[in-house]
């Protein structure tokens, strides 16, 4: 999955794709490059972000979101917690919903469901204003983050919205410390009890800046390790910036784990 934000505060790339032929562009590079999905998002969620409204949310994203699907025949997903953005982006075309909120905003539940599309349910704690404030949990963060997110699923159930469609995210960097982040991509194996898919966002991320000690500009060799290993611990979708490098790792990675399957 092939990041593409269309806002000019995200953490990384704030401001490069504003423009919207080069948000065109830049998505048509990361699909060259073998990106299955692009995940489209109008509103930051890095720390210390602020909201914005909904109509700059659907100003941002859906004149990129049509073109993504006109000219290019993209899969689009749509990063957003608007149930207003959700079914809008839905009636354009897009392919799947992916909620740092996990639907949990007024509306948001009954808005994906009317969609018919799967649905990403991430873990947050707080929001992004305050999310990295001194992050703590009572518990071991692993099960804390199993519990939540069985939490949503079982809400997403009771209304309708079946675990068929739905996908689950750790939510690396969103309200964790790099202890937190180190200790959850670890033990990420028993996310496997939730039966669904895992999707994960690793890339550029400050705890390969805190560990590494490396600017958001050089994070990639450390991006590519964490990226082997959440696919060795499960990852099914990496949600990227350098669909390109990340790949190869990825493509290596699972020619080394499924080498006994192929001789069988």
Sequence with gaps: ?????????????????????????????????????VDVGGESTRPGSQAVSTQQELDRVMPVIERLICELDALVSVDTSSPTVM??????????????RALQRDGALEAALVTGLPVCLMHMQGEPQDMQHCPRYDE???????????????????IGLRSERLLVDPGFGFGKSVEHNLRLLNRMEGLA???LPLMVGLSRKSMIGKVLGRPVEERLP????????????????LRVHDVGPVLDAVNMTWAVLSEGCEND
Excluded at 4 to 16: C, E, I, K
Excluded at 87 to 100: L, P
Aim: aromatic content about 2%.
């Design 1 to 37: 999955m092939g990041i593409l934000n269309v806002t000019p505060d995200s953490f990384s790339d704030g401001g490069r794709h504003i423009v919207i032929d080069d948000a065109v562009r830049h998505a048509e590079r990361m699909l060259a490059e073998g990106a299955a999905i």
């Design 87 to 100: 079914r809008e982006a839905a009636a354009m075309g897009v392919g799947m919903i992916n909620d740092v």
């Design 140 to 158: 071991a963060v692993e099960d804390s983050v199993s519990d939540f997110l069985a939490s949503r699923i079982a809400a997403c159930e009771t």
């Design 193 to 195: 009890k939730l039966g």
């Design 222 to 237: 450390g991006g590519l390790a964490l990226a082997s290993l959440a696919v060795e611990r499960g990852a099914r979708i």
